[in-house]
């Protein structure tokens, strides 16, 4: 009974967010993946804390070994980010042209953390120009060392939004 409890407090959830970082931006737009710092996450409830994640790395351990020793809690935090939903393969390259060599510079905006993306679709049930992808970049007005206010879908139609939403 326990164990259906929890499991009904865990949400479902298909979406697999990954942080990319690179020390060039420009990686991400010509596709130079040998340059790409990749972090895959996986949501967890907000009631998962350190106590938990270590008496469940116990348990694992204890089951299957060690884990990788990058396995961690960690919390995405990013402010204000510009974000769209891509549709098709992962041949992101030109819309993260536009995003990074026209529409910042256009919105006055500056990078503010790495960007990243949320897969929304299982790409081994999917085709490939069907894929569903958010790609995300937070953002800071440029030359602040905080991050922009508000909010605006430019003329271009990437949106600009505080991450995670709030009311």
């Known amino acids: 009974m326990h164990r259906r409890r929890v499991d009904e407090r865990?949400?479902?959830?298909?979406?697999?967010?990954?942080?990319?970082?690179a020390d060039d931006p420009a990686d991400f737009v010509a596709r130079r993946k040998d340059r790409w710092r990749w972090t895959m996450m996986i949501m967890?409830?907000?009631?998962?804390?350190?106590?938990?994640?270590?008496?469940?790395?116990?348990r694992t351990r204890a089951k299957l070994g060690a884990p990788p020793d990058t396995l961690?809690?960690?919390?995405?935090?990013?402010?204000?980010?510009?974000?769209?939903?891509?549709?098709?393969?992962?041949d992101e390259g030109?819309?993260?042209?536009?995003?990074?060599?026209?529409?910042?510079?256009?919105?006055?905006?500056?990078f503010n953390g790495q960007h990243h993306e949320i897969y929304l679709s299982n790409p081994r049930k999917t085709e490939p120009g069907?894929?569903?992808?958010?790609?995300?970049?937070?953002?800071?007005?440029?030359?602040?060392?905080?991050?922009?206010?508000g909010a605006w879908i430019s003329s271009s139609g990437l949106r600009a939004t505080r991450w995670p939403l709030t009311s």
């Open 94 to 110: 030109p819309i993260l042209a536009h995003l990074h060599d026209e529409l910042m510079p256009a919105e006055q905006l500056d």
């Open 10 to 21: 865990f949400p479902k959830s298909r979406a697999q967010p990954g942080v990319v970082g």
């Open 72 to 90: 961690r809690l960690e919390t995405l935090t990013e402010g204000l980010s510009l974000q769209t939903l891509h549709i098709g393969s992962y």
């Open 44 to 58: 967890v409830p907000d009631f998962v804390g350190a106590d938990l994640y270590e008496a469940a790395l116990a």
């Open 130 to 149: 069907k894929l569903k992808t958010i790609l995300r970049q937070p953002v800071k007005a440029a030359g602040a060392d905080r991050a922009a206010t």
